[in-house]
């Protein structure tokens, strides 16, 4: 029943900013850490940033200090917004996230189905 959909993905030129947006739904009683990664063609899939519930962050070396995790714990929602974007950064990003269900006594990992970054040189 619970879902995670992303959205925001597509092409922008490097240099430039996108934001994406990740919402879960359903029966949820409570959200614990939301994770963004990221995956390239014939590349293992790499955790790109994360932020625990009370909203501590972390990031991947690579993208620190180019890309803001922030969530909306009032809208389920985890957002990553993304500047100074480089062709290295394309890739499928997939939210990720520990989810209490009303119906389940612990949590579970979700994830949603992946939306498209391709940045161009």
């Known amino acids: 029943q619970v879902r995670l959909v992303e959205s925001g993905g597509g092409l922008v030129q490097a240099g430039g900013s996108l934001r994406l947006s990740c919402a879960a739904s359903?029966?949820?009683?409570?959200?614990?850490?939301m994770r963004w990664y990221r995956q390239a063609p014939g590349k293992q899939r790499e955790l790109v940033a994360a932020?625990?519930?009370?909203?501590?962050?972390d990031y991947a070396d690579s993208v620190t200090g180019r890309f803001t995790i922030s969530r909306d714990n009032a809208k389920n929602t985890v957002y990553l917004q993304m500047g100074s974007l480089k062709p290295d950064d394309t890739a499928v990003y997939y939210c990720?996230?520990?989810?209490?269900?009303?119906?389940?006594?612990?949590?579970?990992?979700?994830w949603g189905q992946g939306t498209q970054v391709t940045v161009s040189a």
């Open positions: 932020i625990s519930s009370g909203g501590s962050a």
């Open positions: 359903g029966s949820i009683r409570s959200i614990r850490a």
């Open positions: 990720n996230a520990a989810i209490y269900a009303l119906r389940d006594s612990g949590a579970y990992e979700y």
